[in-house]
C-alpha cells in the first residue's frame, strides 16, 4: 500500500504543502472516500449543500447519516454560491465539470477564495 501512496504522492504533487504521504487514505471509490470523510466531519442534522441538478449517491449518503440535504441550483458558471444555505457545514460538488450539466466550476472557486475555504 505505501508504494502506491508513495507513487500517486510524487505524480500528483500531492502532500507537498498539507501534509506527508503517511497522512493519504487509500479507498476502493469516491463513494467509501465520502463515507468516510462525512463521518468525520459531519454531525446529525448538520447542513450540507449538494449541486441541484446533480450526482445522487452522495446526498443519499449524507441523507443516511443524519445530515440535512438541500439542493442549490446551477448556471452557467456552476454552482450559484449566493443560493448556499446559511450556515451550511458542507458543500459537495463534482470536480471540474459539473454533472450533468458540464459547465465549470469558476464561481464556486471564486467563492472559496473569497471565504477562505477549502476545496
Known sequence: M???VE????DYSLCTEYGSPD???VT???Q???????????????????EDPGYRPPRYLFKTLGARVIGVPVD????????LPAGAKAIYV????????????SALAQFIDEVDGLL
Open 7 to 10: 507513487q500517486n504522492t510524487h
Open 32 to 50: 467509501q472516500a465520502l463515507d468516510i470523510i462525512a463521518r468525520v466531519l459531519l454531525e446529525p442534522s448538520d447542513v450540507v449543500a449538494v
Open 94 to 105: 463534482t470536480p471540474s465539470r459539473q454533472y450533468p450539466l458540464g459547465v465549470a466550476q
Open 76 to 83: 452557467s458558471e456552476g454552482l450559484v454560491v449566493q443560493a
Open 23 to 25: 497522512d493519504v487514505i
Open 2 to 4: 505505501s508504494a502506491i
Open 28 to 30: 476502493n471509490d469516491t
